[in-house]
């Protein structure tokens, strides 16, 4: 019997504690609709959170939802994955999350390609502990909340992302669901490491990168907002690498790096990067454990019946044996 | 029936070959059939810095390494100048007889007080400063000297073996060092052929050349000093043992306990845990469970998935997904690497996820002493992190214990779903010795309230569901039914956050539940281990790898009338109070021994019980205990009363 599963089937009763009009919301309905059209069964589905107003997201999500630690959300997920790499793994997170305190696991993520899709929610500031400024607030922007202008400058996920090796890599924006759907299933359908970076507005703390900012209601042509956010694939950008040769894919990053410092009048969304010719993590695994797919960690016997061991080290022990 | 311990020394500079001339001489000893112990000791450091390996070969049990040395063995200025002074009157001292004109105050990799320290006693014995004058002042204290042209006895096996390259024939210095060895001590030389190649594997020249160079050694000190070495031990029934480190004991340990997944980040002395897993991957499995559908899949193999992480957080929370996941999973680490899983410790304890770290306590505090001993990290093993959760501590006292202790370590974890920090040190990672061959098949592995499906007609499940015992039963992803949350937050049955004051009342009570339960059911026959003489008017209490000397020490000063029993604490965490409490009141004296400064065992053991130790053995200058220092230790503590020892001995 197969039941078709909706986006309902992703829902839980937890109530949402998010502030009115977060970008969140957007993003949440995004994954949630995402995993409703791939039709994977929600215990086959581990979404694990870092800590902040986003490290809420999977407990309003029905599938296994981890809520780790702050920064920490990668970790815990490619072990997941390792151990049973049949999962669909989804890794969520706040920008102060992922780029500031978690990205030390976020640049060596990218050199594993592990086949797991991370979406950072990208609001510019720390939206849980009360504003303060994220890693990717520009230099002599003064959200609400903070006492002075940010003095330091932003970093660029996209390109770190790039430079780190991530083989997916794509930005979205949490207003547009549909769009940010397209993506989060190319992200899970990828088959490595998919870094999807979500532009969120934070009505609360964020007065500056706003939704009606990112509308462009401040510019108003002809009786109509300017809209600075536009679609990569509107204007022919093709970010996927179309073989294995070397060359092509470092134009190919190149590329992806040089439009990821595109901003301000006009931002970018889309695909920036797509590379399948780099080997998961997982298929590498294989080279010194043949059937790794099958026998993974998660998923060996490990005793008898009766709770016997039953591995033999009869042949290891020969080299201590005197 | 007493037995012989003889004890030998080998040193040189870092990258000379000093590990695998050690290792073929205790393995050639241990072939002949005797029983061997043997300790590494070295700096920070890749090549120049000085080495030593000390061993202890016996006809009996041997546990620990001695301070007093019978044989040592060098070819370099550098060993003879720093060790001669621990070689005992009647002992000997192989040395390169071209070398004894050199002054010392040209040995660069001395440090300045060990220098001047030597200088001092030179100039009260009022001799020179060259490394003859060591030796001279040495043999006035009854010390064989042993000459060895090293540089003839290269260039005779060079026309041997036509080998005509300096630096190739430079190679074999250290065998002309162990053939000597144990020519002086009377080992048959065919057992170092066989060592040799344990050694060497499949580098048949190179096994041929050093058999070669061994018997040229062989032959010039029967020619020059035919039975002249006093000390001779000979074995007695010779039965099937392992040689084998502390590192590749847990690792094994692991793979036979179901580890199947593990992380690392690599740090001393750690890492050589994880090398040795990642080597031996791919494993094989019995065929005599057929019946199990989930055995027949593995078509006769197992395997073990090993990351290097990028750091150790990465390593502990990475351990908790996989475990999540449902693989029996593990990191090893050592102090440093240990301070930074603090977080990800706590949030497997808030979310009861069976996790095990290996710790190999190092000198700390910070990096302190990287490569060398002691037993720093009792309290914070036990209370490090932030909050309260369970976790239970298991100290090893031996490789042979540390090897059955790993599958205990994981069936903690898995029973009362939680942390389990099984703690070792460096003195137990790096020594070597021979132990009875592992036996598997007395492990048993428990896996717990782990279920593999959910019916759904018992209700909803729920991962944290309020229990008698306080633990819940456990699916993994990819459960069908089976879905929970976790949140390092405090939460509800299900999973999901919570700040209501009773429902955190009631988790926090769930969760530490589990360690009364793991308190009242853990025999104490596991958590303690009572060795020595029951009997006796004093105990001794201690924990970890100081174990040998301590078991080394009381047998040898029963023979001086002098009698212990010795309590070994192996689960620190639930501590065995009650057990302790009865024990302690029927010694007059309680010693305890310990590795750091402030006696850590010490204040836990008054903490939980209200006993104050009569008398504490302490030692933290990075070197395990030597049998001798616990010897003398307890005979300062009994016949002179002083409550508080240090010990200070190691080179
Ligand atoms: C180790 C640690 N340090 C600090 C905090 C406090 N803290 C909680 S959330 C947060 C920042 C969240 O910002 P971000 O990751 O951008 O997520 P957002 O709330 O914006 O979604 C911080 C610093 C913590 N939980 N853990
Ligand atoms: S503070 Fe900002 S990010 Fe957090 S829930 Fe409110 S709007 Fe969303
Ligand atoms: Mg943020």
């Known amino acids: 019997m197969t039941v078709r599963l909706s986006v309902v089937s992703y829902r839980t009763p937890v109530h949402n504690d998010w502030c009115p009009g977060c970008g969140d919301f957007g993003i949440l309905s995004s994954v949630q609709m995402a995993l409703a059209d791939l039709q994977i069964p929600p215990h086959q589905v581990a979404v694990f959170s870092g800590i902040g107003c986003s490290g809420k997201t999977p407990h309003y999500i029905n599938a296994f939802g981890i809520h780790t630690l702050h920064g920490r959300v990668l970790p815990f997920a490619l072990g997941a994955k390792l151990a049973n790499p049949s999962l669909t793994v989804l890794a969520v997170g706040g920008d102060g999350d992922g780029l500031g305190i978690g990205a030390g696991h976020f640049v060596n993520t990218g050199r594993r390609n592990v086949d797991i899709t991370y979406i950072v929610f990208d609001n510019g500031v720390y939206g849980l502990t009360k504003g303060q400024a994220s890693p990717t607030l520009a230099r002599g922007l003064k959200t609400k909340s903070l006492p002075k202008p940010n003095i330091n400058d932003a970093i660029n996920p996209i390109a770190i992302a790039v430079a780190a090796g991530y083989t997916f890599i794509a930005r979205g924006y949490a207003y547009d669901t549909k769009h940010l759907k397209e993506l989060i299933k190319m992200g899970i359908q990828h088959r490595g490491s998919a870094f999807i970076n979500v532009l969120q507005p934070c009505p609360t703390y964020n007065d500056i990168t706003t939704k009606e900012w990112y509308a462009g209601e401040d510019r108003v042509v002809e009786g109509k907002p300017l809209p600075r956010i536009y679609k990569l694939e509107d204007e022919g950008y093709d970010g996927e690498v179309k073989s294995a040769d070397f060359d092509e894919m470092n134009a190919k990053k190149i590329q992806a790096i040089t439009k990821s410092f595109e901003w301000g009048d006009r931002i970018p969304v889309g695909v920036f990067y797509r590379n399948n010719f780099i080997p998961s993590y997982e298929d590498r695994i294989t080279e010194n454990i043949k059937d790794y797919y099958s026998n993974p960690p998660a998923k060996q016997a490990i005793a008898s019946a009766d709770g016997r061991t039953i591995v033999s080290i009869d042949d290891i022990l020969k080299e201590f044996l005197v | 029936m007493g037995s012989t311990k003889i004890s030998w020394m080998i040193g040189g500079a870092q990258g000379t070959g000093v590990d695998s001339s050690a290792n073929v001489f205790s393995r050639a000893a241990a072939i002949y059939g005797l029983n061997v112990f043997g300790k590494r000791e070295y700096y920070s450091n890749i090549k120049g810095e000085h080495s030593y390996f000390s061993v202890v ?159 040229v050694a062989s032959e010039y000190v029967k020619n020059h000093f035919a039975s002249d070495f006093p000390y001779r031990v000979e074995p007695r029934a010779k039965t099937k043992k392992l040689f084998i480190s502390g590192t590749s004991a847990v690792a094994l340990g692991k793979i036979v306990a179901g580890c199947r997944f593990q992380t690392y980040y690599p740090i001393t002395p750690a890492s050589d845990e994880s090398v040795y897993l990642e080597d031996h991957q791919v494993f094989d499995i019995y065929h005599e469970y057929p019946h199990l559908k989930e055995v027949e899949e593995l078509n006769g193999h197992g395997s073990i998935v090993v990351v290097q992480t990028e750091d150790e957080i990465a390593a502990i929370n990475m351990v908790s997904g996989a475990a999540l996941a449902g693989a029996r999973a593990s990191t090893a680490t050592s102090g440093p690497g240990f301070d930074l899983m603090a977080e990800g410790l706590g949030w497997a304890g808030m979310n009861e996820v069976p996790v095990v770290v290996t710790l190999y306590q190092r000198g700390g505090p910070s990096t302190g002493l990287p490569t060398r001993h002691e037993q720093g990290e009792l309290l914070f093993s036990i209370f490090g992190g932030h909050g309260e959760f369970p976790r239970l501590v298991l100290a090893s006292g031996d490789i042979e214990e540390a090897f059955y202790d790993v599958a205990r370590a994981f069936n903690y974890a898995e029973r009362y779903q939680t942390p389990v920090v099984h703690i070792l040190d460096k003195a137990l990672a790096n020594s070597n010795m021979t132990v009875d061959v592992f036996d598997p098949s007395k492990i048993r592995i428990d896996r717990g309230k782990l279920i593999t499906s959910w019916d759904t007609s018992l209700g909803t499940y729920k991962r944290f569901k309020f229990t008698e015992d306080g633990i819940s039963y456990r699916t993994v992803f990819g459960t069908e039914n089976g879905i929970f949350w976790n949140t390092g937050d405090e939460h509800d049955e299900l999973g999901h956050i919570t700040e209501e004051p009773s429902l955190r009342d009631r988790m926090m009570e769930k969760r530490m539940k589990k360690l009364e339960i793991a308190d009242a059911e853990i025999p104490d026959s596991e958590r303690v281990i009572l060795h020595g003489d029951y009997d006796a008017p004093y105990l001794i209490l201690s924990w970890g790898s100081t174990k040998g000397a301590i078991i080394d020490a009381i047998e040898y000063l029963a023979s001086e009338g002098l009698r212990f029993a010795f309590a070994q604490v192996k689960l620190v965490n639930p501590f065995p109070t009650r057990f302790l409490q009865n024990l302690m009141t029927q010694y007059r004296k309680l010693i305890v021994v310990e590795q750091n400064f402030t006696g850590q065992f010490a204040l836990l053991l008054r903490a939980k019980t209200g006993v104050q130790a009569d008398h504490l053995i302490v030692k933290y200058n990075g070197r395990p205990f030597s049998f001798s220092e616990i010897r003398d230790g307890l005979k300062e503590a009994v016949i002179h009363g002083s409550p508080r020892i240090v010990k200070r001995s190691g080179g």
């Open chain 2, 57 to 215: 070969i016996s006809d009996g049990p041997v546990r620990s390494t001695m301070d007093e040395v019978h044989l040592l063995a060098t070819f370099d200025s550098e060993t003879v100048v720093r060790h001669a002074w621990e070689v005992m009157g009647g002992g000997g001292i192989i040395y390169d007889s071209m070398a004894v004109n050199e002054k010392i105050t040209s040995i660069p990799t001395l440090e300045k007080p060990v220098l001047e320290r030597i200088q001092m006693r030179l100039s009260r014995e009022g001799v020179g400063e060259t490394v003859g004058d060591v030796l001279e002042v040495a043999r006035r204290g009854g010390v064989r000297l042993y000459p060895i042209p090293y540089m003839e006895l290269l260039k005779k096996v060079g026309e041997l073996t036509g080998e005509q390259q300096l630096s190739a024939l430079s190679r074999m210095t250290n065998t002309i060092a162990v053939g000597v060895s144990l020519s002086l001590l009377s080992i048959p030389m065919n057992h170092l052929e066989t060592a040799l190649s344990q050694v060497f594997r499949a580098k048949a020249k190179v096994v041929k050349s050093n058999v070669l160079a061994a018997e």
